[in-house]
């Protein structure tokens, strides 16, 4: 079992296709200060989702945002994903094709995020600081 707040391994990212196992699912991590990550089920496709506000450390800056956008943009092209939606606190992409790729997707897309973060964290910019209270936001 990992320890909270480190990035999960694809095995382990949870499936939320059901609202109950989401709800839960995102409870555990704010409790356990955690960027949430999950899949699930989008008709006979799979979803990733990744939110950045179920911890309360600093927001991911715009600069280090761009590389996630970058390789979201280069899942689109490919064809592996139709839709990515990326915002400092939230990831998105769907549809994917098999559990096994979006667990892959989404397990990347978590270690990538954690790492940022804690990079931010670590070297903070002069020219994005965080407004959350705390050093959140």
């Known amino acids: 079992m990992p320890k909270p707040g480190i990035p999960l391994q694809a095995a382990l990212i949870p499936d939320c296709t059901d609202p109950e196992a989401h709800r839960a699912a995102y409870r555990a991590a704010k409790a356990n200060d955690a960027i949430f990550v999950c899949i699930a089920r989008h008709g006979q496709r799979w979803k990733v989702q990744l939110d950045v506000m179920a911890s309360r450390k ?80």
């Not at 839709?83 to 559990?99: C, G």
Request: proline content about 8%; cysteine-free; glycine content about 8%.
């Open 58 to 137: 600093p927001y991911i800056p715009g600069q280090a945002m761009a590389v996630l956008q970058s390789a979201a943009e280069a899942l689109v092209l490919d064809g592996t994903v139709e839709q990515a939606n990326i915002a400092a606190d939230y990831v998105s992409m769907w549809p994917i094709e098999t559990e096994e790729r979006a667990r892959e997707i989404a397990a990347a897309f978590h270690a990538a995020m954690y790492g940022l973060q804690l990079l931010h964290i670590a070297v903070p910019s002069q020219l994005e600081s965080s407004p959350r209270p705390g050093g959140g936001r």
